[in-house]
């Protein structure tokens, strides 16, 4: 039998060192699923429970391996489930090609069963690169380019397969008028910096300052000792972009951890008390939480010319590969002798953790979620990989949890889609398949649809070398981090009708399916599952029973902003007195830590 386009398409993807297909069959997609079974399932064929987490999946496969993750859907209704996954991969910038059936050639434009006009539901979300083959010469030159753009722009492409040529006898481009070749499959992205005068120039801002500040984000990743160094020369504190929060570890003296409404205190008062910013890999969008305008000097540096100067009033712009970049700025700085500034960032970090702690150990009904993430800080394996849903985890992922060694972690960065945490967990695992992964979930997101993921971790899960993967379910009964923007930003009451989530046992759903599940519910037993879900044999839901009370405090709010606001809008609340007491006191620990230095 001469290979068909579906054999030809999975030997290309081969020879581009793709190693999983994250996807869901339908009859759109059938030639390319018969020829899996001829390719003995080479690339490997991920089935997910719906084709949105095919995507997600892919995605975080992509954020953890730095390899492109390519997701695979029928026609019509699976090619339109791609395409929350793929706008989280398009906001923060991870390479993923989507491969959609569609229907026949000869049936389209004729209103059939499942079509969809495809390259216009894709023209937003792969605007960098999608297309429809038509004849199978097509093929070569359709993948390489959907691959090579994935990489080079840090973007979701597609390609559409039409299920009849899926079938049809593969022929090569010809050396001919109106036929387009193919090269080798492969990418090497360039290496690029800044000129030598404008590195120069920003040499001079920085010279100048005596407060630096540096933000970094995922795209100072490569660049962490580059960061260090200059952290170093000019008595800097670094405070991180939620995307970047694994770039470097949270043990160093100087890095404040994240900014934002998610942030840390300590980075609040980088911001606002430097003189001087350096942006390294970030597109971090709030600027109210950058130093306020004319107030400090700035420098950016980004391999995108286009993310250059939109956030803050950048003086000198560096567009160029951040470790490369530097690497020429490092030899240009001098040295800060007076460290009173480094000084002044290390005690209001060190003070911060107490105060992490302190609010971690608040008394709740029936636990603090902080103290979930405060008691791995201590057992975190080096080498572990951590995901976070949108919502209030993202919230203490952000400012408790302590990064350090190896560990990597990611979540939603700007789309911020419930849903991504799980199927996050699960491409990294495949990805990763040697390495502990702990995703960190909202009751919210479990239900919508981590439980089902259940299904597929199970599935897998004896394929793995080292079996653990934690999923912990932030049990509250509460879509928390609705309710708090409720509360905070509208001034409204919780509303129970739109707010309160149904009582599931995730433990017993995990144990249902042979997995393990640990059901927490008093405080002093924290630690002690954490123990048991990192010596599991098998991958371990933990269902901790949190307290939705506890508020996700701002950094930059005081004392007397949050009574006048816990005032304002708890008339009604159902709530209402654990709101006022909980964030008082929750906030009051910052007073004490202050008191004990």
């Not at 350096?278 to 597109?283: R, T, W």
Request: hydrophobic share 40%; charged share 20%; net charge negative.
């Amino acid at each position: 039998m001469a290979p068909t386009v579906g054999d030809y398409l999975l030997l290309r993807l081969r020879q581009w060192n793709v190693d999983h297909l994250f996807g869901y069959p339908g009859d759109g997609i059938n030639g390319i699923i018969a020829a899996l079974g001829r390719a003995d399932d080479c690339p490997r064929f991920v089935q997910s429970r719906h084709e949105e987490m095919s995507a997600f999946e892919a995605v975080g496969y992509a954020k953890f391996t730095g390899k492109p993750g390519v997701c695979l859907a029928t026609s019509g209704p699976g090619a339109i489930h791609l395409l929350n996954g793929l706008y989280d991969a398009k906001l923060d910038h991870v390479p993923v090609v989507a491969i959609v059936g569609q229907t026949a050639r000869s049936a389209m434009g004729g209103n059939y069963q499942q079509e969809v006009d495809l390259l216009t539901l894709f023209k937003d979300v792969a605007s960098a690169y999608v297309q429809m083959a038509t004849v199978p010469a097509q093929l070569p030159n359709l993948i390489d380019r959907a691959m090579r753009i994935a990489i080079a722009e840090r973007a979701p492409t597609a390609v559409i397969i039409p299920s009849d040529l899926q079938e049809e006898a593969y022929e090569p481009p010809a050396h001919a008028f109106k036929n387009v070749p193919s090269s080798a499959p492969g990418y090497t992205p360039p290496v690029t910096r800044a000129p030598d005068e404008a590195i120069e120039r920003a040499a001079g801002v920085l010279n100048a300052g005596s407060k630096v500040a540096i933000l970094v984000g995922q795209g100072a990743r490569s660049a962490a000792t580059e960061v260090m160094q200059v952290a170093e020369l000019t008595g800097a504190g670094v405070a991180k972009a939620l995307l970047g929060k694994d770039v470097l570890p949270d043990d160093l003296p100087y890095v404040t951890g994240a900014i934002g409404l998610l942030g840390t205190r300590p980075s609040y008062e980088l911001m606002r008390d430097c003189d001087t910013l350096l942006i390294v890999g970030s597109n971090f969008p709030y600027t109210q939480f950058l130093p306020p305008f004319g107030e400090a000097r700035g420098v950016q540096i980004d391999v995108d010319g286009r993310m250059i100067g939109m956030r803050y009033p950048t003086e000198v712009n560096l567009v160029g590969d951040a470790a490369e970049t530097l690497r020429a700025l490092i030899p240009r700085l001098n040295r800060q002798q007076d460290r009173s500034w480094r000084r002044t960032v290390e005690q209001n970090l060190s003070r911060w953790w107490d105060t992490v702690e302190r609010q971690a150990k608040v008394e709740a009904d029936p636990i603090n979620p902080m103290l979930l993430f405060w008691e791995l800080n201590s057992r975190l394996p080096g080498n572990a990989i951590v995901t976070a849903d949108s919502g209030s985890a993202a919230n203490w992922y952000a400012r408790d949890l302590k990064i350090r060694d190896e560990v990597r972690g990611s979540l939603s960065g700007n789309l911020a889609t419930m849903g991504s945490g799980v199927p996050y967990a699960i491409g990294a695992k495949l990805g990763h398949p040697d390495r502990p992964v702990i995703a960190f979930v909202g009751d919210g997101a479990m239900q919508m649809n981590g439980l089902a993921e259940l299904i597929t971790i199970k599935r897998y899960s004896s394929q793995w070398a080292d079996p653990r993967l934690i999923v912990a379910v932030l049990h509250n009964n509460d879509l928390n981090q609705v309710t708090w923007e409720l509360r905070a930003m509208g001034g409204a009451p919780k509303f129970e009708e739109s707010q309160t989530l149904p009582d599931v046992s995730y433990a017993a759903f995990a144990r249902s399916l042979d997995l393990e599940g640990i059901e927490v519910e008093k405080p002093e037993a924290i630690g002690p599952a954490w123990d048991r879900a990192l010596a599991a044999d098998r991958p371990v839901v933990l269902d901790v029973h949190c307290d939705p009370d506890i508020p996700p405090i701002p950094p930059h709010a005081e004392f007397a902003q949050i009574k006048d606001a816990a005032e304002a809008i708890i008339k009604g609340d159902p709530d209402a007195f654990g709101v006022v007491k909980k964030g008082l006191k929750t906030k009051a620990q910052e007073l004490f830590a202050r008191g004990n230095r």
